[in-house]
């Protein structure tokens, strides 16, 4: 649906609807009353204006925009490309086209070209929560008569988030410059950053869910169940010989076994330590990174996997289960930001506040689960009810800091999971 007004912020004030009339009632009265110099210079501006907005109008009737896809998903770091299709249909040709594209608060994409917002166009932006320090625009040229062309936008994630555009506008006006048209699209859809994927360190959760070193990645063998015989093939090992088969003097052969998977783990992301009187942005971030390439890895190797998030500012506290698939998990990490900063009672200082977990959807998972993981900044600000409900044995802490006078249960660096290198 697109809807369509005059931009006056852009336009001349010889253009507005009042200048129009007023010159057109002065150059009437010159008319009657005055010279005829007076009397050609004001009716010059009441045409010019008239003509202007005139053709204005006509140029940005019929226009017509789409684009090829309402959702789009991708990780930071990626680049997308949007393909939108415009068509004028009508006879009257457009003189320009610009697409502006408001971007969110967060930039986490952002087009080719970029500029600073006009003055005028701070305000509504701050009013819809889009970025006032950056917005998108696209010169899209001209279109003849009943034209219909496709144009291709690029763009580059450079953060997690979600940037809506269902505010996006196209400019156009008359040959002239003087006036300008604003035609909005509505329910534009809505393009998705999910968290950068970095190189992590997964095999102590395999090791846990196994309560052995085997090296063994997501699933295993039963040894109990045999599936199959093959040949043998050099390199396979000698303990999965058939060896009755060998007492027949049949040829050399292997057993080949079920595969049985793991126990679930269910990992538990504690934003809110990250925040308060000293914000620590930068190790969430990394931290976040980090909780969804594990994700993606325990998927890659068919571990089941419960994730939960402790409430944010525009996000409530929450367990998804591994049914609701891994695009929601990515999806709750992508638009997660902290509670809103709260003070003391003298309004002098910003005060911590206590991560609010969904506890009985969180506990609910424990007869379902080998082991919690737990992801903070601090291992002394684990939530009370978590610890006190989840024994030692069954729950690992990860943290950046390691109080251990006041460690209750086993606690290890987050950094200890990254391969090559800090997240930025």
């Not at 009441?46 to 005139?54: D, P, Q, T």
């Not at 204005?56 to 930071?76: G, Q, V």
């Not at 992801?375 to 030692?392: C, M, Q, T, V, W």
Request: with cysteine; charged share 25%.
């Amino acid at each position: 649906m697109l809807s369509r007004r005059h931009v006056a912020h852009s336009s001349s004030i010889f253009t507005s609807t009042p200048v129009i009339l007023a010159t057109g009632v002065m150059a009437l009265l010159s008319a009657l009353y005055s010279s005829v110099l007076i009397f050609s210079a004001l009716s010059s501006l009441f045409l010019i204006g008239l003509v202007s907005r005139i053709w204005t109008y006509a140029s940005s009737k019929n226009i017509s925009l789409k684009m090829e896809t309402k959702s789009l998903y991708l990780f930071a770091g990626n680049d997308c490309t949007i393909n939108v299709e415009i068509e004028n249909g009508k006879f009257i040709p457009t003189s320009y086209l610009n697409l502006f594209m408001p971007l969110s608060k967060s930039l986490c994409i952002t087009p080719e070209r970029t500029r600073k917002p006009d003055q005028w166009e701070i305000i509504p932006l701050a009013a819809k929560n889009y970025s006032t320090s950056e917005v998108g625009e696209a010169k899209l040229g001209r279109l003849k008569w009943y034209e219909k062309k496709t144009i291709s936008l690029d763009f580059h994630a450079n953060r997690r988030g979600v940037s809506r555009l269902e505010d996006w506008s196209i400019r156009t006006g008359d040959g002239l410059g003087l006036s300008e048209a604003e035609i909005r699209i509505d329910n534009g859809g809505a393009v998705t950053v999910y968290p950068k994927i970095i190189k992590v360190n997964t095999s102590l959760f395999f090791r846990n869910l196994w309560n052995s070193e085997t090296g063994s990645y997501g699933v295993m063998e039963d040894l109990s169940v045999i599936k199959s015989t093959r040949e043998y093939q050099t390199g396979d090992s000698l303990k999965h010989i058939n060896w009755r088969l060998l007492a027949r003097a049949l040829p050399l052969s292997i057993n080949t076994y079920e595969d049985i998977l793991p126990k679930t783990v269910h990992l538990i992301f504690d934003g809110e330590s990250f925040s308060g009187p000293r914000a620590h942005k930068r190790e969430m971030e990394e931290c976040i990174s980090i909780i969804a390439s594990i994700l993606l890895s325990l998927k890659r190797h068919q571990v089941n996997c419960y994730f939960s998030i402790c409430k944010g500012e525009e996000s409530r506290g929450r367990t998804i289960h591994p049914k609701d698939g891994i695009r929601e998990a990515l999806y709750t990490l992508s638009v997660y930001e902290p509670l809103a900063e709260k003070l003391n009672d003298a309004g002098t200082e910003v005060v911590k506040q206590k991560s609010q977990f969904d506890i009985a959807a969180l506990l609910a998972t424990k007869s379902k689960v080998g082991r919690f993981y737990y992801f903070s900044y601090d291992a002394a600000s684990i939530e009370e009810n978590i610890a006190r409900s989840i024994n030692s044995e069954e729950l690992c802490i990860f943290s950046y800091l390691d109080t251990r006078e006041r460690r209750v249960h086993g606690t290890l660096n987050i950094e200890s999971l990254i391969q090559g290198g800090r997240h930025e």
